[in-house]
């Protein structure tokens, strides 16, 4: 069986502070680990993905996560957040070779100019 | 190239009535997925698709959802009877193999909204 747990449905940064996006997982059997992020009204795009291969992942714009096996954690950050960033992110488990998205309940990134 | 597209981006109905939302993937993706997401929440699992056959729909949540995939292409999800409890976004993804790649990525469309009175 496999879960994953957001910490935190609302977070808020400063522009320009660094962003921390925390993801927790469960599973058993090797994760694949995903970020998407959801503007209103379209749909989900994905940021960046764990397959495995290295364990720090760089996404698009600027976000990267790091999968700790240790810690069962895959958390998002970013250095610097942008006015641009506000959305709705979303982390998603997979088995390896699997196909079913297990999907966090998503974490609302609001950032204050 | 073209995104996942989904239509209507808004459907709203009354209780009772039969509903049909429709997906086209990218061109050349054998594997379609059904999410439903309801506000406040993350998607949830309906269906996979590999070709034409529906490979897994365990996370249908009745026997009111249906879904279909003729062509290998093009799907439609139909909700008969619909409920209030029905309402949520429908969300389509596909990938360009399914579960035969184990780094598959899912690439989702923009959703339908349905919302039933």
């Known amino acids: 069986a496999q879960s994953v747990t957001q910490l935190g449905s609302h977070v808020s940064v400063s522009e320009g502070a660094l962003v921390l996006l925390r993801c927790n997982y469960s599973?058993?059997?090797?994760?694949?680990l995903f970020w998407y992020v959801q503007y209103p009204n379209q749909g989900l795009q994905l940021l960046l993905k764990?397959?495995?291969?290295?364990?720090l992942v760089k996404g698009i714009n600027g976000f990267e996560a790091e999968f700790k096996k240790s810690e069962t954690s895959f958390h998002l950050t970013k250095p610097s957040a942008h006015m641009s960033d506000a959305a709705e992110y979303f982390c998603?488990?997979?088995?390896?070779?699997?196909?079913?998205?297990?999907f966090g309940t998503g974490t609302r990134l609001k950032v204050l100019a | 190239g073209a995104g996942v597209s989904q239509t209507p981006s808004n459907k709203v109905t009354e209780k009772g009535k039969y509903v049909e939302l429709r997906c086209d993937p990218i061109?050349?993706?054998?594997?379609l997925y059904w999410y439903r997401q309801s506000l406040g929440q993350g998607p949830e699992f309906l269906i996979y698709?590999?070709?034409?056959?529906?490979?897994?729909d365990s996370g249908l949540p009745n026997d009111r959802f249906f879904a279909v995939r003729p062509e290998g292409s093009v799907s439609t999800l139909k909700i008969q009877r619909t409920e209030r409890g029905d309402s949520a976004v429908y969300l389509c993804?596909?990938?360009?193999?399914?579960?035969?790649?184990?780094?598959?990525?899912?690439?989702f469309g923009p959703g339908t909204r349905l919302t039933v009175l």
């Open positions: 599973s058993s059997v090797p994760p694949y």
């Open positions: 698709f590999q070709g034409t056959g529906a490979a897994d």
């Open positions: 993804a596909s990938s360009l193999k399914g579960h035969r790649a184990y780094t598959d990525t899912q690439y």
């Open positions: 764990y397959t495995s291969a290295a364990t």
């Open positions: 998603a488990v997979s088995g390896a070779g699997t196909y079913k998205y297990i």
């Open positions: 061109s050349g993706h054998t594997a």
